[in-house]
């Protein structure tokens, strides 16, 4: 809910329909493996 009230506000702040933000979030949950080659 409070991503989109900020989705919302930046549209508003801006005059633009489309908006994006992103949210860093800590750590990587354990089941999920790392990657290994992102290029391919």
């Keep these: 809910m409070l991503h ?3 989705a919302q506000l930046l549209a508003w702040l801006t005059g633009q ?3 994006a933000f992103g949210t860093t979030v ?3 949950p354990a089941d999920v493996p790392a990657p290994t080659r992102w290029w391919a």
């Design 17 to 19: 329909h489309d908006v």
């Design 4 to 6: 989109a009230a900020w």
């Design 26 to 28: 800590s750590g990587r």
